[in-house]
């Protein structure tokens, strides 16, 4: 018998913060990146999922996208730590979740996905809440999104 737990993506303004000043700080200085690095770009916050249980497998995505825009999640594979480490670029997982809206789409129908990178990606983040409590991931607004135009939760079937 299996339970669902539907979990939302947190914003961390925090690290969002820590990440910014890290660009700041290379710039006020002239400096380039460390070769690998990966610097949060102007569109992108860092959010996080909290794993209330670590026996999950992937059951579907939840988005909402306010208006039309797209929306790109993409994880880190590590537990990454930027008061200690800088995020690598070979931190991340691929695929990432690419979500839209076009405009004149229906309010809750709209969302659409690349199924099988979706489906993938969720998949990796269950296999990741295994051994996790937490996992932080890049969410990066485009086209007429932003963090308030977005409602984004995935939904686990937990195993009893």
Excluded at 43 to 66: C, I, M, P
Excluded at 93 to 115: I, M, N, Q, S
Excluded at 131 to 154: H, N, W
Aim: overall charge negative; proline content about 5%.
């Amino acid at each position: 018998m299996a339970n669902t737990l539907e979990l939302p993506f947190c914003p961390d303004p925090q690290l969002t913060e820590v990440m910014r000043l890290r660009v700041q700080s290379l710039q006020q200085r002239g400096q380039k990146r460390q070769d690998g690095e990966r610097l949060l770009q102007p569109n992108e916050a860092v959010y996080r999922l909290d794993f209330t249980k670590q026996s999950l497998g992937f059951s579907h995505w939840k988005v909402r996208l306010a208006r039309s825009g797209c929306l790109t999640i993409t994880a880190t594979s590590q537990l990454w730590t930027p008061d200690l480490t800088h995020l690598m670029t070979r931190q991340l997982l691929d695929p990432p979740g690419v979500f839209w809206k076009a405009d004149g789409d229906a309010h809750e129908r709209g969302t659409k996905c690349y199924e099988a990178d979706a489906h993938e990606f969720g998949e990796r983040i269950a296999e990741m809440a295994k051994v996790r409590k937490v996992m932080y991931f890049l969410f990066a607004f485009g086209e007429g999104c932003s963090p308030e135009t977005v409602d984004c939760s995935i939904t686990f079937t937990v195993d009893t």
